[in-house]
DNA sequence: ATGAAAGCGCTAACAC
DNA sequence: GTGTTAGCGCTTTCAT
């Protein structure tokens, strides 16, 4: 018996790999024990079951993920596939996804789809390569949604409500509901030339179509018509696009009297060029955005905005994978769910006594 | 020969798992030669190659990245440690990373170790259990930096200075230089009672304490000395903290007329609760930071700071790692590179005419 | 309740 | 140049 491997576990150094077999020969039962032990199989008996963690600890066990994954057929990981992680939403919904997704033993692989040509290469390394056991996927525009179809053979869930004609499941915000409301304070406050930054119809992006849609439902609503030359497209929905942007509504023969922006990076692009130019927000333009980001409390001035239930967005997205992953509802037909939102309105909108 | 799982390689549905063996079979040849193809290996005939390559497009072969990981010891994954993902600094540089990493087919595996007992997992996951071929880890309080001696066998290049006794590779700036540059241009503009948000000496937090440096060499080399009232600890260098310590500032018999920011979130929460003091910037009181995020260019008014190369620090990481991975350099002296940085001054610090 | 043996798909000596 | 042969460390029937 080689027990040259053995040690306290914290031996610094290079020990040799510890396998299943050697723990096995230290505990004097066979690998597959070992097995049992590891994955808390019921039929150990008490005593075998101590004697093999004793040994799991005096040998330092580590599993071997790769030979794991080539044994079982499962890797132990999962993708999101999210358009970038400069954007303070998706940063914020990758950390709730691996925190979630830990509580699964699953490792996340985040994937940057900053182009579609990017998702395919996602799709290729994480999805087609049996890489991932599932993959969580935001498609960002309208092209990326087409690509869903591409592996909706694996564990798929999509967020928002792009690529839903596909037959996976989905978890979604109601983005209508939320640009409805926001639009519906506007209004309440007085403000009857809202303008849209980032915001318009057949956009690529799909988000922005929604928001759209309950733009327009809270004008019509309030007996007022959309006008074309309020509706800013915008080439990103970042910071400097929004504030060169600004200027072009500014021009206008009558000017908005309130922006409402695709997101709070719209919105602080936005905020910063009323500025410059001597606006006064709220006063003269009520500014809102989405995503309530941790910036918004601190722009000036705070950002009204609306803010999502990432956390949960991103627990049920996990849910949903480890659902299907579990072979008795992996040909349940798809669910949509559903998660909350709730506008947080700031001093952008409402002006301070 | 069994052809059924052939096809197109788009026939959507469940095709059969494509082995290299089903690719040789395909092809006529044998699976060492399907492997030789795969690794551009140079003794293939180029008809034999062509006949592979068509096999491999005709079946659509996708290699099993947990077989190869298995049997050349090699995962094909890093892992960059860092605190978390809700700083931009960092997701910026996880996006570098992940593009320098790309280049060598390497996917790279985040690990957020907020607190030291975070980390402990990543190493047992990521580190300890063979599942990457390298890791860059940013230890950023020092309890984190002593961990970094756990793994010190393996392939690992540290960011920044802290845990530079170990014997690994790092890469870092020049902090204590960057911070003396940012407080010479406040002393230039005039400044002489300099205060500090989040920089102190005997910091956890390694970076803390490098800026405190430089900070402390520019006030000697200007006859100044340092008054303890004036370094503000902060238990976050995030906004929240940081807009209410600025209270604490403002309370003192004599004020400061400079802050030095921690970082640019730092900056962001000291602007905003100056602004709503009602606190001219920077006039009354001029504001610095480090890091340079995108929404420093947007703040009221927009704040100076200190871009580092990110991009430069991401590549050379990966770098590193991809030479330590070559047997040759595997056990070379280590290395320290320094990245560059560049003071970005803004309105923070210097009034417009 | 535990053991024996096969094999996941790939790589890497080593022959030919 | 190309084929043969062993494993890599684990899971998983199937016996016992």
């Not at 179809?149 to 004609?165: C, P, Q, S, Y």
Request: with cysteine; proline share 5%; hydrophobic share 40%.
């Amino acid at each position: 018996m080689d027990i040259t491997a053995a040690g306290t576990g914290a031996v610094p150094g290079r020990s040799r790999r510890v396998r299943q077999s050697d723990v096995a020969a230290h505990a004097g039962v066979s690998a597959k024990t070992v097995s049992n032990v590891l994955h808390d199989h019921p039929y150990v008996s008490a005593s075998t079951r101590a004697k093999v963690e004793a040994s799991l600890v005096a040998l330092g066990y580590r599993v071997n993920l790769s030979a794991r994954a080539l044994a079982s057929d499962r890797t132990g990981f999962i993708a999101l596939a999210i358009p970038g992680l400069d954007n303070p939403y998706y940063s914020e919904l990758a950390g709730h996804v691996m925190d979630a997704a830990a509580q699964h033993d699953w490792i996340v692989l985040i994937e940057q789809t900053r182009s579609s040509a990017e998702l395919e290469t996602a799709v290729v390394r994480g999805g087609g390569a049996q890489l991932v056991d599932g993959v969580i996927l935001q498609p960002d525009s309208t092209s990326q949604a087409e690509l869903t179809d591409r592996f909706a053979h694996h564990n798929l869930v999509l967020i928002g409500e792009g690529g839903a004609t596909a037959s996976s499941d989905h978890v979604t915000t109601d983005a209508v509901a939320a640009a409805r409301e926001v639009v519906e304070h506007l209004l309440a406050q007085g403000r009857t030339r809202i303008a849209t930054l980032g915001i318009q119809p057949q956009d690529r992006a799909n988000a922005s179509e929604l928001r759209y849609r309950g733009f327009c439902q809270a004008l019509d609503a309030a007996g007022l018509s959309v006008r074309s030359d309020y509706l800013t497209p915008l080439a990103r929905s970042r910071r400097p696009e929004a504030a060169a942007a600004v200027d072009g509504l500014l021009a206008l023969p009558e000017p908005p009297d309130a922006i409402l922006c695709f997101n709070d990076l719209v919105g602080s692009g936005a905020l910063a060029r009323l500025r410059e130019r001597g606006i006064n927000v709220p006063n003269d333009i009520a500014v809102a955005g989405f995503d309530d980001n941790e910036e918004s409390r601190f722009t000036a001035p705070p950002l009204t905005s609306v803010s999502w239930d990432l956390e949960a967005l991103a627990q049920r997205c996990v849910e949903r994978l480890f659902a299907r992953s579990r072979s008795g509802d992996a040909h349940l037909p798809p669910v949509r769910t559903v998660i909350g939102h709730r506008l947080v309105v700031r001093e952008s909108t409402v002006a301070t006594s």
